[in-house]
């Protein structure tokens, strides 16, 4: 699967908008397996792995697995295998903010995990399932 948990300088549900570059440091201390994959934000059961997480033109770009280790892990398999289930959602510290009207702009986010969820703060962050192999790599 693969997708965006995030989009630059768009507004989430909530005003908090992510600037271009706000997961680097993140991302250089923790890499991609420093970053849980739960569903609904439920950290007592992680349903897969984060192969890859990158900031890119458009965002934050994820590709990862979901396992089949757990009931958690196997309905939200079957969930997004159905399409019940596409959304994508961050769970984070704020490092570095501030306040641009109504909107918070995040230039600085600790990035702990990246959720499978049913209705994304983001509307637009969504994934898609993708082929496995040599022709899908990025």
């Known amino acids: 699967m693969e997708g965006y948990a995030s989009l630059w300088g768009v507004a989430d549900l909530n005003g908090d908008v992510v600037q271009a570059g706000a997961f680097a440091d993140s991302l250089a201390k923790t890499g991609a397996e420093g970053v849980r994959m739960l569903s609904q934000h439920d950290g007592r059961a992680p349903v897969g792995v984060w ?67 049913t209705f994304p703060m983001l509307p637009g962050a969504r994934f898609r399932a993708v082929q496995t192999g040599p022709s899908s790599r990025r």
């Open 51 to 117: 192969d890859r997480i990158m900031e890119d033109a458009r965002g934050l770009f994820v590709r990862g697995r979901i396992a089949d280790w757990s009931p958690e892990a196997r309905f939200a398999a079957a969930l997004s295998r159905a399409g019940a289930m596409d959304g994508l959602s961050i769970g984070y510290r704020t490092a570095r903010a501030r306040r641009q009207g109504r909107l918070r702009v995040l230039s600085g986010v600790e990035l702990w995990e990246v959720s499978l969820v």
